[in-house]
């Protein structure tokens, strides 16, 4: 099933074209969820961008929005509620299809006569009711925008954006500050073609023929086309080369969006050719705003306890994503429309299903978070992010693993029983499970925090390794260390010069180890040095 992109209702893909011919009076499908679902896939026909532009498509489709009215939903997060399935409305007098010779038509290939405006506005309502809240409220105007000043009316990219002359730029911002809403605005407040992609494949053929749709445009119709690349940090770097030609012609304009810092995650010609433009943060208050404005639109009679308080506090549990506040938002109107639920019973709702991003970069900080917390020796914030990660329904398993390389990395021949722990608490979590093996993770965690620290393990291993990468690289293994299993071996002196440790008094004797070139090179420190850093 596809959506009409002229009449936005649904039509089997196969009717599309005879569907347009019609004037969009035939083959509409009764049911609008049965469209396709969102998929992953980095490019979608052209005839599936067209989906997009009327709202049927999700985030990660490669899409062309005219206008930002008719752009299309991001993905929700996890915890969103499910876009509903909606209904597009139902013909007044289904007649048979003519493909259909004259027979009764099928359920879902129906007539319909007249698309009439009335059922055009309605098949738009229910398109948009069934986005999540987040998707209905992005905003439609770049002053609609809140929090960013470099849209704002004396704004830099503002100037850029009023004069129609946008160069290829990179947005760096943290997720839901809106660079997937300010690169829509630029290209339909410029006049721009919009065509997204992001970077969950590398289909870099696929990425050619978007350019040569481009130059096409471009030609043909004098019509620039704005590429929007969602998280292009994860392009590879081959990838992003790709995208030097045509920015540096001019055939496209490159918007990228990227949660990282481009000046590690993009390729220096890459960033030599953008100018780079950092989005704020969004604070509280920007939140709040942003909330109050979507319960408004939402809900204007709001149930009690869904008030200034507890916008606030969506807000303050949001960490500066409106996305994730709008979710919220959306899932604490459904449920204090509930006659039972109290406020209290709200937040643990909300607490349980606010699921943070495993895939994403709350999922690295917070382990990172963990990990530096105990090897600083401080267990209460390891305990703290311990139990951010598992309210947040982290993989335990990925905390066990974590541990494991603690016991070895940081604590090492301090305490080496804490290795066999921090695989048994590994253990646990694969027997047990949760809840009664986040003990064993927290009994692991408190042991490493408060062990003694070596890393003599853990750097002798990486002074090693430096030396195999370089010099030490392919050394011939001493002859008397060589295995001799076959009789050339041994003819060949192989083993032969050994001196079996067993044979001496207390297993001593003068014997070379290390390759010739290497002979006298210390790798295990006599102690603990500590780092050479002043704290
Ligand atoms: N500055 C903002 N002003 C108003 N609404 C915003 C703003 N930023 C985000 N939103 C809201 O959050 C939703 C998600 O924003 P958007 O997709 O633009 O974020 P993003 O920065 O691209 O996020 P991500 O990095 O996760 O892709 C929008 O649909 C909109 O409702």
Known sequence: MVACPICGRVVRESAINQHIDSGCKSFVVEDESRLPPPSGAFFQPLAKRSNASNGSSAKNKTQIAPAASQSTPKSSSPNT??????????????????????????????????PTPKRKQTAKNAILSSMPLAERMRPRSLSDVIGQSLIGPSGLLRGLIDTKRVPSLILWGSPGTGKTTIARLIASTAGYRFVEINSSSS????VKKLFSEARAELG??????????DEIHRF????QDVFLGPVEAGSITLVGATTENPSFKLVNALLSRCRVFTLAPLTEGDIVSILRRALA?????????IDDAFLSYLASSASGDARTALNLLELSLSLASQ?????????????????YDRAGDAHYDLISAFHKSIRGSSPDAALYYLARMLAGGEDPLFIARRLIVVASEDVGMADCSLLPLCVAAHD??????????????????????????????????????????????DLPVPVHLRN????LMKELGYGQEYKYNPDFVDGRVKQEYLPEKLVGRVFLEERDLGTKVDP
Do not use: W
């Not at 289909?203 to 696929?206: G, K, L, R, T």
């Not at 093996?437 to 853990?458: E, N």
């Open 236 to 239: 590879s770097k081959t990838q």
């Open 220 to 229: 043909l119709t004098g019509r620039k086309t704005l590429l929007f690349c």
């Open 297 to 305: 639109s939402e809900c204007p009679k709001p149930p009690p306890l």
């Open 484 to 487: 001799a299993p076959t009789r």
């Open 428 to 473: 646990t979590v694969m027997k047990i499970g949760l809840p009664e093996a986040r003990i064993a993770l927290a009994h692991a965690t408190v042991a490493t925090a408060l062990a003694k620290k070596s890393t003599r393990v853990y750097r002798a291993l990486n002074a090693a390794m430096a030396v195999v990468e370089g010099e030490g690289r």
């Open 81 to 114: 509620s499910t876009p509903k399935n909606t209904t597009a409305p139902k013909p007044s007098s289904p007649v048979a299809a003519p493909e259909n010779n004259g027979k009764r038509p099928p359920p879902d290939v129906i007539d319909d006569p007249e």
């Open 339 to 355: 006659p039972s639920t109290t406020l209290s019973s709200l937040k643990t709702a909300l607490t349980q299903t606010h699921i």
């Open 203 to 206: 289909n870099v053929a696929e």
